[in-house]
């Protein structure tokens, strides 16, 4: 039988190493966390804020005196009112809505003035209902518009100047 090929077993040194090797993962690992450090800051997201031009400097165009911006003030107790004229919170939207659509699109602009001391949840009432009556743009505001109405009187006449006491 020479010409049969005897198998050969080859012993293993030493017994298997089952151990993982950690040092790859690791550098695999640190890696990862160097590229999220790099990355994360180029991730933030911005909210977008229509803030006016301030390269120009011209003079804004004055507001045409015939027409009248709405403004609905919120008092602390709940109460609406529109220019200054009290509606009763169920007339709201219907009243809004009419006076809106006596507007051009583009001119379908409301602001709002609340309290200090208005609840939150009514001033968001009070911006629904004014969306639901066709405004296209809602504005907080801290005064009243030059050209807002105020019982009867425009806001353009300045008041006159107090009475020196003696």
């Avoid at 039988?1 to 198998?7: D, F, L, N, P, Y």
């Avoid at 609840?119 to 009556?133: E, F, H, M, V, W």
């Avoid at 009867?152 to 006449?157: E, I, L, R």
């Amino acid at each position: 039988m020479a010409g049969r090929k005897q198998r050969q077993w080859v012993k293993p040194q030493a017994q298997p190493n089952s151990e993982i090797n950690v040092t790859p993962l690791v550098d695999v690992v640190l890696v990862l966390l160097i590229i999220f450090m790099v990355v994360t800051p180029l991730l933030e997201k911005d909210i977008v804020v229509r803030v006016p031009d301030t390269e120009v400097e011209q003079e804004p165009t004055p507001p045409d005196p015939n027409d009248q911006q709405l403004v609905v003030q919120l008092d602390k107790d709940g109460g609406y009112s529109i220019n200054t004229e009290k509606i009763a919170p169920a007339d709201y939207v219907t009243r809004l809505k009419r006076m809106l659509a006596a507007k051009k699109a583009d001119d379908k602009v409301v602001f709002f003035m609340a309290d200090d001391a208005t609840n939150y949840g009514r001033l968001i009432t009070a911006l629904d209902g004014a969306k639901a009556a066709g405004a296209k743009v809602l504005g907080m505001a801290t005064e009243l518009p030059q050209n807002a109405i105020i019982q009867g009187t425009s806001v353009d006449t300045p008041s006159p100047p107090p009475a020196p006491t003696p």
